[in-house]
């Protein structure tokens, strides 16, 4: 299967993984969402981390081999799946609140935190292709601001909103950490993945029990086969995704971008089923705000291109949140 196809197919299943968080949320106890959704990623991971530890030989050739990993990188993981941890706490409550052809596309704004964050502290220096890409992205995000007026939903104070914008960026962080863990330290995807699924269920512990101690009541809890939906979405997202930059021919200036496409069906999904006003606009600001996600992905590839000619593509050189949607 080509990267191209493989790429959409994340696109797509990113996608319903954004219904099903919406579904999952709706008048229901966050805390508890996102602590069955986490434990049931744990639950398909511990499995593996067993089988590699009892039969690392046999598991090594499978692709989904847990290698032994030292205290320092256990502490690293824990710093990741609390970083995350926080954002996901931030995005859930964000989306419980807000419709979903507003707060899809703000999660989408994540490479322009990205990009902000690396020129504040890694020293990176932007190319004109991506400042442009940059300025579409602000555009688009001021022209949301102002259609959300029409719906009340002020920018500037509306707490869920602000939530979700820092969500977003706690997620962008992370997808340099990511980066740090798999370039720098040489993490494999696979150990990333476990343990980050098995140390965000003890990240998610204190907000669930301080729902349980003091807001059960006033917040009641309902299971919906939509909460595991999430997890498994968002590892067959992962999955195809890093199956797309695997392959040798693919273009991570591409590959970004595609996957952003994911908020067009949890948008489209909040104009015809939940009858979300104002869509002409929104889908105005949505195109403006993709089309600068794709000039920040096209604009990174070719200064890497001019660096570097040299420098083979890796799989961890990643754009995106895979790991942390």
């Known amino acids: 299967m080509s990267w191209i196809v493989l790429s959409l197919l994340s696109a797509f299943t990113l996608g319903f993984y954004g219904l099903a968080k919406k579904k999952a949320v709706h008048e229901n106890a966050v805390p508890i969402v996102l602590l069955l959704n986490v434990a049931t990623s744990a639950t398909l991971y511990t499995p593996i981390i067993l089988l590699s530890a009892a039969y690392p030989n046999t598991m090594a050739d499978t692709g989904i081999y847990v290698a032994p990993m030292s205290s320092t990188h256990h502490l690293l993981m824990m710093l990741k799946s609390g970083l995350v941890g926080l954002s996901w706490i931030f995005a859930f409550f964000a989306l419980k609140h807000?419709?979903?052809?507003?707060?899809?596309?703000?999660?989408?704004?994540?490479?322009?935190?990205?990009?902000?964050?690396?020129?504040?502290?890694?020293?990176?220096?932007?190319?004109?292709?991506?400042?442009?890409?940059?300025?579409?992205?602000?555009?688009?995000?001021?022209?949301?601001s102002q259609v959300g007026k029409k719906e009340g939903i002020h920018f500037g104070r509306n707490r869920w909103v602000i939530m979700m914008i820092v969500a977003t960026l706690l997620g962008s962080s992370s997808a340099l950490v990511d980066k740090y863990l798999l370039q720098t330290v040489g993490l494999s995807v696979p150990n990333v993945q476990a343990w980050f699924s098995i140390y965000l269920v003890v990240a998610m512990l204190p907000l669930a029990i301080h729902w349980y101690c003091f807001q059960r009541k006033k917040v009641?809890?309902?299971?919906?086969?939509?909460?595991?939906?999430?997890?498994?979405?968002?590892?067959?997202?992962?999955?195809l995704y890093f199956s797309a930059i695997s392959d040798p021919d693919a273009l991570i200036s591409l590959i970004s971008p595609l996957r952003r496409t994911s908020v067009i069906l949890p948008f489209a999904y909040g104009i015809l089923k939940l009858?979300?006003?104002?869509?002409?606009?929104?889908?105005?600001?949505?195109?403006?705000?993709?089309?600068?996600?794709?000039?920040?992905?096209?604009?990174?590839?070719?200064?890497?291109k001019t660096e570097s000619e040299s420098t083979p593509k890796s799989e961890a050189d990643l754009t995106d949140e895979s790991l942390t949607l």
């Open 98 to 144: 807000l419709p979903l052809s507003v707060a899809a596309p703000l999660r989408a704004i994540s490479p322009l935190w990205t990009i902000s964050i690396a020129v504040l502290f890694l020293n990176e220096r932007p190319g004109v292709i991506q400042w442009f890409g940059v300025a579409l992205i602000l555009l688009s995000f001021f022209a949301f």
């Open 220 to 239: 009641p809890f309902e299971f919906r086969w939509s909460i595991p939906t999430i997890a498994i979405t968002l590892l067959v997202a992962d999955y």
């Open 275 to 304: 009858s979300e006003k104002n869509w002409k606009p929104k889908l105005i600001s949505l195109t403006v705000m993709l089309a600068g996600v794709f000039l920040i992905s096209w604009g990174n590839s070719e200064l890497n």
